[in-house]
């Protein structure tokens, strides 16, 4: 069965929107206009705008906790003021979850996520209203949790937007009145790596070519990490085409590590997968395994094997990788 490829070129406009759980719709205009005097509303004269954005000035925020027992006491969203002059009284600011739902469900289909409205059941909030003291620009919303409650397959999210502002001399931003934050539970070996890898394929990589990328590692169990390739946004195993960094579709590359032993087992999660690998063990010719010391993978897998596993020049498909640890996504 031919293995539909996915490049630089093919990947324009559903990597463009599949960028990441953090990055949702970062294409949307900033406030600068809000700050330079463009926007023609209430407040825009003065800049006294409410808004809810991460430092980077998007739309989305991301929480990985470890996968434990531990109360959390998480500031989930900053609510801040763009006014050049600091507030003189306190600005109580009314946030909504009445929205969660819609806004989830939108950056599942602009993202191509299938992110979780989370459950009441996994968290709680004191209050939905933040006060920003007089004197100060910012406040945050609190929430509590305890990730290991979660589903570690699983990606929660919560939509909030602005209810209202106690001070009418403040307007509500156009753009940035809501944010969506993601929650996850995250394993020991989550986290960004590097990618030293090989990949054979006797029509593509027929040399056996080698080459360097940053991965991501997502937990999906409490020993389980599925491979996410930024380059593609999506859940992917690089390969080379040529010289090119690729993927294959409907393959999501998984890495489990057998308890007591620290030896790797790798399997393709995509849902209705129909390619399914085949790791070398030491028995077979390489010791695919995590060293926990070096914080670092060590793993050879691929498909269309002869018995044994037998290498096999005119069919296999066939990877080669060590993953080195960078630090937490």
């Known amino acids: 069965m031919i293995k539909q490829l996915k490049n630089t070129n093919m990947k324009k406009y559903s990597i463009l929107l599949l960028s990441s759980a953090v990055l949702f719709l970062s294409s949307c205009l900033k406030d600068k206009e809000v700050d330079n005097r463009v926007y023609g509303i209430n407040g825009a004269d003065e800049g006294k705008i409410v808004e809810l954005s991460d430092a980077d000035g998007n739309h989305g925020k991301t929480y990985a906790f470890n996968y434990e027992d531990k109360a959390l006491v998480v500031n989930v969203v ?6 050049n002059d600091l507030p003189k009284n306190d600005v109580t600011v009314t946030l909504t979850l009445a929205n969660s739902a819609a806004l989830v469900n ?18 709680t909030i004191p209050s939905l209203t933040v006060t920003i003291p007089a004197g100060q620009r910012s406040a945050n919303l609190v929430l509590n949790t305890n990730a290991i409650n979660y589903d570690p397959s699983t990606t929660y999210a919560l939509g909030f937007k602005i209810a209202s502002i106690s001070d009418a001399s403040f307007t509500a931003s156009g ?5 969506v934050a993601t929650f996850g539970a995250k394993n020991q070996y989550d986290g960004r790596y590097r990618l030293d890898f090989c990949f054979y394929h006797p029509g593509i990589s027929p040399g056996y070519g080698c080459a360097s990328t940053e991965i991501e590692m997502h937990t999906i169990s409490g020993n389980t990490c599925k491979m996410y390739f930024p380059v593609f946004g999506g859940y992917y195993g690089p390969i080379l ?21 620290n ?27 995590y060293e926990p010391s070096e914080k670092k993978f060590y793993v050879k897998y691929g498909y269309n094997l002869l018995p044994g596993p037998t290498f096999d020049p005119a069919n296999t498909r066939e990877w080669t990788e060590t993953m080195t640890y960078l630090g937490p996504r």
């Open 241 to 261: 085409n040529g010289a090119a960094l690729s993927a294959f579709g409907s393959q999501e590359p998984a890495f489990t590590v057998l308890p007591g032993t």
């Open 78 to 83: 900053e609510v801040r003021l763009t006014s």
């Open 106 to 123: 939108d950056w599942n289909t602009a993202n191509g996520t299938s992110f979780v409205n989370m459950p009441g059941s996994l968290y």
């Open 263 to 289: 030896k790797v087992n790798v399997y393709n999660s995509f849902a209705g997968a129909v390619t399914f690998y085949t790791t070398y063990t030491a028995a077979s010719g390489y010791d695919s395994r």
């Open 175 to 179: 753009n940035f009145n809501y944010i």
